[in-house]
T-cell receptor, first 110, second 113 residues
């Protein structure tokens, strides 16, 4: 699986949009970009995934650049409950295992 | 709640003892995964099952570790002769084969003294 690079930590004010970047310059054509998050003392939680097109669901939006070498996860109106470690993962669809990096620790500031 | 459950949530043991953890996946999910997470790191894949068949094992899974899923439902992970380096959070996840989402349980935190 391709490697991803994420900032170690970020802060965002409550109510503002949180934009979390991820670089995946070695992504191959059939690999998807997945985002999971892990709130303290809980298991990881799936957020969203995409291949080429931008995606949106009830939790977040995923913007993938045209060359697919980077992406941004957007939480449109961050709340305190969005404080978590966010993992960007590149993998084949339906892959049997997820390869997590160290993620971005997002802190929402009141 | 019909999510993934894990028991126990916490386990403290002495070095050299054996421990066993249990994972109950979401009922219709045929894939079950085990991961390990140490402090400050992301989860690391250990092994996964499709139904009762163990299809892949990581190099991290030494011969002191064994996982089973005898009836294709719940799974157990046993660690024999525990070492201090085994101290970690052990996470279980489940999914339907060839789908995009793994659902994780809350984990079992193991402390080896």
């Amino acid at each position: 699986d391709a490697k991803t690079t994420q900032p170690t930590s970020m802060d965002c004010a409550e109510g503002r949009a949180a934009n979390l970047p991820c670089n995946h310059s070695t992504i191959s054509g059939n690999e998807y970009v997945y985002w999971y998050r892990q709130i303290h003392s809980q298991g990881p939680q799936y957020i969203i995934h995409g291949l080429k097109n931008n995606e949106t669901n009830e939790m977040a939006s995923l913007i993938i650049t045209e060359d697919r070498k980077s992406s941004t996860l957007i939480l449109p109106h961050a709340t305190l409950r969005d404080t978590a470690v966010y993992y960007c993962i590149v993998s084949n669809f339906g892959n049997e295992k997820l390869t997590f990096g160290t993620g971005t620790r997002l802190t929402i500031i009141p | 709640d019909t999510g993934v459950s894990q028991n126990p949530r916490h386990k403290i043991t002495k070095r050299g003892q054996n421990v066993t953890f249990r994972c109950d996946p979401i009922s219709e999910h045929n894939r079950l995964y085990w991961y390990r997470q140490t402090l400050g790191q992301g989860p690391e894949f250990l092994t996964y099952f499709q139904n009762e068949a163990q299809l892949e094992k990581s190099r991290l899974l030494s011969d002191r570790f064994s996982a089973e899923r005898p009836k294709g439902s719940f799974s157990t992970l046993e660690i024999q002769r525990t070492e201090q380096g085994d101290s970690a959070m052990y996470l279980c996840a489940s999914s339907l084969a060839d789908t995009d989402t793994q659902y994780f349980g809350p984990g079992t935190r193991l402390t080896v003294l």
